[in-house]
């Protein structure tokens, strides 16, 4: 849509970046396609989800299964048939909360101390010592 406009309880805004980031911050859950980034933005906001993947997308069916496991609400399509489970969905769903612990200084520490390990194991390669590269990285 070009225009932001409601109807009855649904609003539909254009397509923008900064609107779109504040909807989502202040909203309470999000139905959408089953991809992969906006979900686990939602989770990670501690939103509610309901997802719907797109058909012929393997890789949204993927998405939607694994999901599934984590006890998001997944539907197959947009339609009437599916009222009553997004109409539950909106009333008493919870969102499912998700821990994505921050283990990247760790795994990197972890991976350039093998990959000074295997430098120095070839002898044509300067050495190093896995402080200097800490150092230089942290």
Avoid at 50 to 61: K, N, T, Y
Avoid at 67 to 80: E, F, G
Wanted: aromatic residues 10%; charged residues 20%; glycine residues 4%.
């Amino acid at each position: 849509t070009k225009k932001s406009f409601q109807q009855k309880n649904i609003q539909f805004h254009p397509i923008e970046n900064d609107h779109f980031l504040s909807q989502i911050e202040s909203c309470r859950g999000v139905l959408c396609g089953a991809g992969f980034e906006l979900p686990a933005e939602v989770m990670y906001l501690g939103k509610k989800l309901m997802v719907i993947p797109m058909r012929g997308q393997f890789e949204q069916l993927c998405n939607a299964q694994a999901l599934k496991r984590l006890k998001v609400k997944s539907i197959p399509a947009l339609d009437i048939a599916y009222y009553r489970t997004i109409h539950l969905w909106l009333q008493f769903e919870s969102p499912v909360m998700v821990d994505y612990p921050d283990t990247l200084r760790n795994d990197l520490r972890k991976v350039l101390v093998e990959g000074v390990q295997l430098i120095q194991q070839n002898e044509s390669v300067k050495p190093l010592t896995s402080l200097s590269l800490l150092r230089y990285f942290f």
